[in-house]
């Protein structure tokens, strides 16, 4: 079965903390995306990435920051945490002319 | 912003057909129809796409309208697990930007 695996499903990090969110992806595909969701304002895109070392603004990208060293994984940093940013986060991957997005379960972040 | 229109909120009966529509008016030529689902704390998860013909998977069916102005998803026999959030998006699979989408309960 396909994945998107998102390193992990819960965590807690102080203000101030560099916090990196881990996404793999092993369906070979070229892009992969960071969606953050919250209640009211449904899922927005941060990030996103066509090809390795590549990366693009989505429409919040104040505050984070991306790597893609390797083709399956797709990183987001967040430099220095704030509790605003307190959040759940989707990654999600796709391939060019094969339909659509593959999720990951999500990362619930907590900043305190 | 999200370039379709659903309602906020469905109820369903347990075993009975759900139908959920989606507005879409300003699609263009070569977009696509994709619904997604999102269960309470999950990802969303990829339901069905199509362009201009009708689609069927296991999961649903999708019911594209001549003018593709609008579509509809069909979940043929729904159950208490297909309870969720349904988001119908366009596009041409990249760049998803997902609106509120439709609370769909199913009731026993």
């Known amino acids: 079965d396909v994945k998107v695996t998102q390193s992990s499903r819960y965590l807690v990090k102080r203000t101030g903390e560099k916090v990196f969110l881990e996404c793999v992806q092993d369906?070979?595909?070229?892009?992969m995306f960071w969606y953050r969701q919250d209640p009211g304002l449904g899922l927005r895109l941060i990030y996103f990435?066509?090809?390795?070392?590549m990366k693009e603004k989505g429409d919040i990208p104040e505050g984070y920051s991306v790597s893609r060293e390797k083709k399956e994984r797709f990183s987001l940093i967040l430099e220095s945490a704030s509790t605003n940013q307190t959040s759940m986060y989707l990654c999600?991957?796709?391939?060019w002319g094969r339909g659509g997005y593959t999720f990951g379960s999500g990362t619930r972040l907590t900043v305190v | 912003d999200a370039k379709t229109t659903q309602p906020t909120s469905m109820d369903c009966a347990e075993g009975r057909a759900a139908n959920l529509p989606c507005n879409h008016s300003?699609?263009?030529?070569?977009?696509?129809v994709y619904w997604y689902r999102q269960i309470h704390s999950q990802g969303p998860q990829y339901i069905i796409h199509?362009?201009?013909n009708n689609e069927t998977n296991e999961m649903a069916s999708l019911i594209i309208t001549e003018d593709r102005k609008s579509s509809t998803l069909i979940l043929p026999h729904a159950t208490l697990r297909d309870t969720a959030v349904y988001y119908c998006?366009?596009?041409?699979?990249?760049?998803?930007?997902f609106g509120p989408g439709t609370r769909l309960s199913v009731l026993p």
């Open positions: 199509g362009l201009k």
């Open positions: 369906m070979d595909h070229e892009n």
């Open positions: 300003t699609i263009s030529g070569n977009e696509y």
């Open positions: 990435s066509y090809d390795v070392k």
């Open positions: 998006i366009v596009g041409y699979g990249q760049n998803f930007v």
């Open positions: 999600a991957s796709s391939s």
